[in-house]
């Protein structure tokens, strides 16, 4: 009886935060003089409890729905393969009966459910949004855990999309601060990141008070956990990352809201995320970069939109190779040999080891392989999905060629900036025909245009949906902070689509 009345008073305090209405906390950033005083967790939740949607600059709320945009589109895409549909049976499988929406699929589930099935779709093709110097994927974690809480508590579209934005500049900013030393040491950072950026989007979403933002950050030091061992196999675990950072950061938001006490000093501390997760390399993290300029200097802005479904590191040596091969008219036949030139960090994660990579054993290990994706190139003259069909993994020209590629330390990359990259061919009459990319497509100066990112959308949709549906989501998500998080994910959802 004494449990049940615990119970209940328990409940009686997380509900409301769950459903009552966002409001602006009353909460002041801290200034130079205080900053120092406080750990970075309290910087992070000051700022997020006072912010407001008109604090946001104009231009970086408009980019941000590009970049909802975009993760639409990567996660409708998704929906056709099979990866998403042994997801959602085994979701189902343990899955109660629920009233959250999952993109492009008529069907219900519950709130942290949706939120794991959204964050699948969203990374599962990893065609999602990257920014390059914190090789983090900042948009499949961020918009699927704010739109789960922000449908389960019927939101205002511009409070989404605040937490969004929340949610992509924390995860960013931990990838900053990580400079790559968290991929050398066997983690994805991305499923690292996600963790901190959801926890205090949903925060945000709840209305919590600085301190209980605080808490939620200290939460999710405990459920952040991305292992890099796919890379050895082909797996599919890092499809998860995105999605379980998602569900993380609302299981921390809720705890906090609840008044359970999360540690203060996650990101400094002696065993904080940082000095755990980086090893020997720990020297080398810019602890500065997770509240330098915040809220003056949104990195949202500097996060890359991909022009190819494969892992953001290849796609300079896969413009390169399409170049060389527009450019010179050059065959497949007339090849003798392929060097890719990339930075040497990474190396483990698209080109070693040589033998496993030169044969990729299923679709995503494709993704990741830079000699399969520069010999398809040129044998196809292009690089899509249909590149990563079972065809193309089997297609004996393309794999002949691939045997030809070998990788090379570029001396002049900007990596970790940007994912430069380039090719030298050699041909059978003598020919030496190079192309280099110091700014991979898609970031910095080379960034997407609206038209681009929208051409791009259609491209995925269309995979699934027809025309007409494809421009009734773009026009949603454009208008997403005008309207109520439930009027968008009924477009999503495709319900009465």
């Given at each position: 009886?004494?449990l049940a009345?615990?119970?209940?008073?328990?409940?009686?305090?997380?509900?409301?935060a769950?459903?009552?209405?966002?409001?602006?906390?009353p909460?002041?950033?801290?200034?130079a003089?205080?900053s120092?005083?406080?750990?970075?967790?309290?910087?992070?939740?000051?700022f997020?409890?006072?912010?407001t949607?008109?604090?946001?600059?104009?231009?970086?709320?408009?980019?941000?729905?590009?970049?909802?945009?975009?993760?639409?589109?990567?996660?409708?895409?998704a929906?056709?393969?099979?990866?998403?549909?042994?997801?959602?049976?085994?979701?189902?499988?343990?899955?109660?009966?629920?009233?959250?929406?999952?993109?492009?699929?008529?069907?219900?589930?519950?709130?942290?459910?949706?939120?794991?099935?959204n964050g699948?779709?969203?990374?599962?093709?990893?065609y999602?949004?990257?920014?390059?110097?914190?090789i983090?994927?900042?948009s499949?974690?961020?918009?699927?855990?704010?739109?789960?809480l922000?449908?389960?508590?019927?939101?205002?579209g511009a409070d989404?999309?605040?937490?969004?934005?929340?949610?992509?500049?924390?995860?960013?900013?931990?990838?900053v601060?990580?400079a790559?030393?968290?991929?050398t040491?066997?983690?994805?950072?991305?499923g690292?990141?996600?963790?901190?950026?959801c926890?205090?989007?949903?925060?945000k979403?709840?209305?919590?008070?600085?301190?209980?933002?605080?808490y939620?950050?200290?939460?999710?030091g405990?459920?952040?956990?991305?292992?890099s061992?796919?890379?050895?196999?082909?797996?599919?675990?890092k499809?998860?990352?995105?999605?379980?950072?998602?569900?993380?950061?609302?299981?921390?938001a809720?705890?906090?809201?609840?008044?359970?006490?999360?540690?203060?000093k996650?990101?400094?501390?002696?065993?904080?995320?940082?000095?755990?997760?980086?090893?020997t390399r720990?020297?080398e993290?810019?602890?500065?970069?997770?509240?330098?300029?915040?809220?003056k200097e949104?990195?949202?802005?500097?996060?890359?939109?991909?022009?190819?479904?494969?892992?953001?590191?290849l796609?300079?040596?896969?413009?390169s190779?399409?170049?060389?091969?527009?450019?010179?008219?050059?065959?497949?036949?007339?090849?003798?040999?392929?060097?890719?030139?990339?930075?040497?960090?990474?190396?483990?994660?698209?080109?070693?080891?040589?033998?496993?990579?030169?044969?990729p054993?299923?679709d995503?290990?494709?993704?990741?392989?830079?000699?399969?994706?520069?010999?398809a190139?040129?044998v196809?003259?292009?690089?899509?999905?249909?590149?990563?069909?079972?065809?193309?993994?089997?297609?004996?020209?393309?794999l002949?060629l691939?045997q030809?590629v070998?990788?090379?330390?570029?001396?002049?990359?900007?990596?970790?900036?940007y994912f430069?990259?380039?090719?030298?061919?050699?041909?059978?009459?003598?020919?030496?025909?190079?192309?280099?990319?110091k700014?991979?497509?898609?970031?910095?100066?080379?960034?997407?245009?609206?038209?681009?990112?929208?051409?791009?959308?259609?491209?995925?949709?269309?995979?699934?949906?027809?025309?007409?549906?494809?421009?009734?989501?773009?026009?949603?998500?454009?208008?997403?902070?005008?309207?109520?998080?439930r009027?968008?994910?009924r477009?999503?959802?495709?319900?009465?689509?």
């Amino acid at each position: 009886m004494r449990l049940a009345k615990l119970l209940q008073s328990a409940l009686s305090i997380i509900k409301p935060a769950l459903s009552m209405p966002a409001q602006t906390a009353p909460a002041a950033t801290p200034d130079a003089s205080t900053s120092d005083l406080l750990s970075i967790s309290q910087q992070i939740a000051a700022f997020a409890a006072n912010l407001t949607p008109d604090a946001v600059p104009a231009a970086v709320r408009e980019n941000a729905k590009l970049h909802v945009l975009d993760v639409v589109g990567t996660a409708l895409a998704a929906t056709r393969f099979d990866f998403a549909q042994h997801a959602l049976a085994g979701i189902s499988n343990i899955a109660e009966e629920g009233n959250n929406s999952v993109i492009g699929m008529n069907v219900k589930l519950p709130m942290r459910d949706a939120v794991l099935m959204n964050g699948i779709l969203a990374h599962g093709l990893d065609y999602d949004d990257t920014h390059p110097g914190a090789i983090v994927h900042p948009s499949s974690s961020a918009f699927p855990c704010a739109l789960g809480l922000a449908e389960k508590r019927d939101a205002a579209g511009a409070d989404l999309l605040l937490a969004y934005m929340l949610g992509v500049e924390i995860a960013t900013r931990l990838g900053v601060a990580a400079a790559g030393t968290m991929h050398t040491n066997g983690f994805h950072t991305t499923g690292i990141a996600g963790h901190f950026g959801c926890a205090v989007a949903a925060g945000k979403l709840m209305n919590l008070s600085p301190q209980r933002l605080q808490y939620a950050q200290g939460f999710a030091g405990s459920t952040a956990s991305a292992i890099s061992e796919h890379r050895a196999d082909g797996a599919w675990n890092k499809r998860l990352h995105p999605a379980w950072a998602g569900v993380g950061g609302i299981t921390a938001a809720a705890l906090a809201s609840g008044g359970f006490i999360g540690t203060k000093k996650i990101y400094e501390g002696a065993d904080g995320i940082f000095r755990s997760h980086t090893g020997t390399r720990f020297k080398e993290v810019d602890m500065g970069a997770m509240t330098r300029n915040l809220g003056k200097e949104w990195l949202l802005n500097e996060v890359a939109i991909k022009p190819f479904p494969i892992c953001h590191l290849l796609h300079a040596c896969a413009d390169s190779a399409l170049t060389i091969r527009r450019k010179h008219k050059v065959k497949p036949e007339d090849i003798v040999k392929v060097r890719a030139l990339l930075h040497p960090e990474t190396f483990h994660y698209i080109a070693e080891p040589p033998e496993m990579r030169r044969r990729p054993v299923s679709d995503y290990m494709a993704k990741f392989s830079v000699q399969f994706v520069l010999a398809a190139c040129f044998v196809r003259g292009k690089f899509g999905f249909a590149e990563l069909e079972t065809d193309a993994l089997n297609d004996a020209q393309i794999l002949a060629l691939a045997q030809k590629v070998h990788h090379e330390a570029d001396p002049d990359s900007a990596f970790p900036k940007y994912f430069s990259g380039g090719v030298v061919v050699t041909t059978k009459d003598g020919r030496e025909l190079v192309h280099m990319e110091k700014i991979n497509r898609g970031a910095g100066e080379r960034a997407l245009s609206a038209e681009d990112i929208s051409e791009k959308f259609f491209d995925n949709a269309s995979l699934v949906i027809s025309k007409p549906q494809a421009e009734r989501i773009r026009s949603a998500v454009l208008a997403m902070d005008k309207h109520s998080t439930r009027d968008l994910t009924r477009v999503l959802s495709l319900k009465n689509n």
